[in-house]
């Protein structure tokens, strides 16, 4: 009973261990005329080629964030708000992120070696 009971306890700490293994980027546009993509506080420029989770926060029923690479092409809806998440596999490359009704103006990029 009590190695059953110690397989389930462990089990129950390697699962969230995995989920937590995948880097977060946080992505916002709006409420203003601005768009970023930051990996904690710092803007991101540069990462490695893996998995990530995107947290889209559109603040702005007027913009968007839509971000496209090697094999990507996400967006949220203009008119829309909330919080999106995507999972996504970034290979090597540039990728950039607009804000499609204000794209000469609210955009970002970053490479992926």
Same mark, same amino acid.
Request: glycine share 10%; net charge positive; hydrophobic share 40%.
């Given at each position: ?37 930051k990996?904690? *506080? @710092?803007?991101?420029? +540069?990462?490695k080629? #893996? &998995? /990530? ?7 702005? !029923?007027?913009?968007?964030?839509h971000l ?15 919080? *999106? @998440?995507?999972?996504? +596999?970034l290979?090597? #490359? &540039? /990728? ?7 794209? !000469? ?9």
């Amino acid at each position: 009973m009590k190695l059953v009971v110690l397989a389930a306890l462990v089990a129950a700490l390697t699962v969230p261990a995995a989920f937590a293994a995948t880097p977060t980027l946080n992505g916002t546009v709006g409420p203003g005329f601005t768009i970023t993509l930051k990996k904690g *506080t @710092t803007k991101v420029t +540069k990462l490695k080629a #893996g &998995t /990530y989770v995107f947290k889209i926060a559109d603040k702005s !029923s007027i913009h968007n964030f839509h971000l496209t690479g090697p094999g990507i092409d996400k967006k949220t809806s203009v008119g829309g708000t909330g919080t *999106t @998440t995507w999972k996504l +596999k970034l290979t090597r #490359g &540039t /990728y950039k992120y607009v804000c499609d009704p204000h794209k !000469s103006f609210m955009k970002g990029s970053f490479t992926v070696t």
